[in-house]
């Protein structure tokens, strides 16, 4: 039997490679595998990338730390379809690592990328990855800029009519993502994926839904986009999508999209023709709503009621009777505070004011503000503030239904949106004087101290303008000022915010309608704020310098020192005192300071106090009422002088002033807050100081010589020249000019104040007394019997009296301006001189 042979197998070819296979448990070994020629390969590596990348963030740093981005991103641009589609695929699924990505950034690798969008050339796995690529990157906003210059919007917009919905899906977000940054919604537009957007919403995947939804409302904030929206019948769209329960969980967002859509006017208007504001009616009142859908329909209907025209469709409709349904019914106060505050922002048309007002809409808003929802309040002030303004038939309404006392208490309250609605509210009450006295005794002025001492800028703004509108009440003024809110009504004024500044200032202007007042004010600091505000050019404003005016009017001395004039209507009274000129950022000192003063070599303080039994006692009590009638045209004439307005002078004189202002009597008495000031300020702890200024005897016999001697003269003129010659002896005879150098005032000056002992000297003490002594003496006499002159003060020393001759104004008043005269009291005693004459010029100057 023969011996079998063993058949040879064919040697294989000396220049092929013997197959491998090879098992790996490493990602290492898997990226180096990146680098191999082999299409098997570097698929089989791709996809192992892709699956250990998925199952978490920290494998994808991982992956990325071993150096993989370079190679995936060098076979992304593979031409081999295969490979850059598993690529992609780990590629993709890498970007959504934050820290991948701004590795991703630096390679700029947009471009490659965006051709694999392209879904006629590539698979739709590769349009996927590739889409999501997009959408991981367009998370970041330096992303967005970089991707909406490199053209990304068109390719991403024809993928979204994909029949793949994960490329759906990709690519809206990432679309929804660029439309945060405001140029891609015109490319939107442009490139026509508004269409496929809204064909999106009807999606079966809900994220799809969403995702499309909130592109549109960003879409739909660009008003041509809207237009376009409208074009493709989208009101109609989304009616029927609100009336879709299937889709009832997009229904909010889908109200976001309406909102933006109803800000149109054409849009509301076709909504009412359509009769889709029924829609909306059962979206508030339906009981199958849920609350956030309520909500979001109210915010829609309060956005939309911005714009008259709207507010007119929606009253129409009678949109304010369902809003108040809604206030009435329910317990959700989220639902309540935006129902209250689409009928606020409704309450800004006249008509709907009126609408909501007769159809019991008052009642449930004063219910709502006592509220424990801080939000309900809110809305609910807010639109009481709305409904009382210029509306007075609203505000009896809440008058008649005691609904000032929570809005009083509503000042106080923790959220500062309700104390400014609050304020606001309660000063369109104030302008009904009977309203106005019912709130005062509820201590309203009192409670304004809380929201004046508040951080924010609106909400002491809009205390400070209801302060001054009740101020104008004397009992208001008095409960300022025991309630201790002037201080912080003062430190407003040094605010930095214009309108919270202005609106202290006319609270300031209104509050210092008498003596007590103006007293507080000055001693908080009044004075010194408005001196700093009129200094500067950025802040000063007309209510700061009217402010400055009006506190300055009852504090005559500080008027004198800082302004150097006292107008006509400035009567020195029982005190008065004159320390010389003062700069803005000086000071003016009390006179029980000035009076304690060691004796110096400055100039003296001169003192007006007649003996107090003087004071408020008239004789010729006839002749002088007709000399005061007198007064109104000579301070038009001193305005006109100094370049204001005429009619001013007898408004500002008004401002603030109540029935109790003008029962004490026409004197007005403006030195009489020297007085106050100098015995209050600068005492410690409230407690009134025991200082009493010296009267002044001498200057009493002056003045009953005047009664008895000036008065009985027939004309302004006479009485005038014979008070000048009077004040002129009193004060050291007639000086000619030469002798004037020689004259011995000053020695005259030091001996008083050597006897007695003070710098403050009464001025009927003085029997050597140079220009600013008799022009000072002039006025204090004049305004005792109503004479109409003013007192200036000049340059080195000198002052000087303007008076207005009553004699040359003829009955029903001068059709020119009255001439003014400067009078002479001591070269040519009597003499009056018009002014810019040449010997008025000589008489200011030196």
Known sequence: MGKKVKKETEAPAADVFDPVNVETKNAKTAVLMLDSPEQEVLLKACESLYRFAEKGEENRVQIMQFGALEPLYALVKSEDKAVHRNAMMAFGILSCQVDVRRAMREMECTKVVMRLLDSEQEEPITNEFASLFFSSMATEYTNKVQLIEKGVMEPLVLLLTSPDPDVNKNAIEAISLLLHDYQSRAQVRQFEGIGPILELTKSEFPVIQQLSLEALAKISQDIENRDGLRELDALDHFVKFLGNKDWQDQHVNALLVLSNLLLDPETVEQLAESGGLNKFYELLTGEDVTPEVKVHACIAISRSAKNEDNRRVMHEQEMEKVLITLLTEGDDAQVKASAAKALGQLAESLTCKNFIGRNEGISPLLSQIKSNNEELRESASLCLANLTASNQYNCNEIFEKNGMDPLINLLSDTREACQANAATALTNLAIDEVIRSSMQALTVVSSLAVPMQSRSNIVQSRAAMCLASFCYDADARRELRDSGAITSLVKMLGSG??????????????????????????????????????????????????????????????????????????????????????????????????????????????????????????????????????????????????????????????????????????????????????????????????????????????????????????????????????????????????????????????????????????????????????????????????????????????????????????????????????????????????????????????
């Open 497 to 846: 915010n214009d309108e919270a500044r202005r609106n202290a200032c006319w609270a300031v202007a209104v509050a210092a309608a008498d003596t007590e007042t103006t007293s507080e004010l000055c001693r908080a600091g009044a004075v010194t704020h408005l001196l700093q505000i009129n200094q500067s050019t950025m802040r000063r404003s007309n209510f700061s310098e009217l402010a400055m005016e009006r506190v300055l009017d009852n504090y005559l001395p500080g008027k004198y020192s800082y302004l150097g004039h006292l107008g006509v209507n400035n009567l020195i009274g029982k005190l008065f005192y004159d320390a010389g000129a003062l700069k803005m950022e000086s000071e003016l000192d009390n006179l029980e300071n000035l009076y304690k003063r060691a004796v110096d070599d400055k100039r003296e303080v001169l003192l007006v106090n007649p003996h107090q039994s003087d004071y408020g006692k008239e004789e010729n009590t006839g002749a002088i009422s007709e000399m005061s009638g007198n007064l109104e045209a000579a301070a038009a004439a001193d305005s006109r002088k100094k370049g204001g307005n005429p009619k001013s002078a007898k408004g500002k004189q008004q401002l603030g002033k109540s029935k109790t202002d003008s029962e004490k009597g026409s004197r007005g008495d403006g030195g009489g807050t020297a007085a106050t000031l100098d015995s209050e300020a600068d005492t410690a702890d409230n407690v009134a100081s025991t200082f009493v200024a010296p009267e002044d005897h001498n200057l009493e016999n002056i003045i009953k010589q005047v009664k008895t001697e000036i008065v009985p003269l027939q004309t302004t003129k006479e009485q005038i020249e014979a008070l000048a010659r009077l004040v002129c002896d009193k004060m050291g005879g007639q000086v000619s000019r030469e002798d004037m150098i020689n004259f011995p005032v000053k020695l005259h000056m030091a001996k008083l104040k050597t006897d007695l002992k003070t710098n403050v000297i009464p001025i009927g003490l003085i029997k050597t007394g140079t220009y600013y002594h008799r022009a000072l003496l002039f006025k204090s006499l004049a305004d005792r019997i109503m004479l109409p002159v003013t007192l200036d003060r000049g340059s080195y020393n000198r002052a000087w009296n303007v008076a207005t001759l009553m004699d040359d104004i003829p009955p029903g008043g001068p059709k020119y301006p009255p001439k003014q005269y400067l009078i002479d009291l001591i070269h040519e005693p009597g003499e009056m001189h018009e002014i810019e004459s040449q010997k008025a010029v000589a008489y200011q100057r030196l």
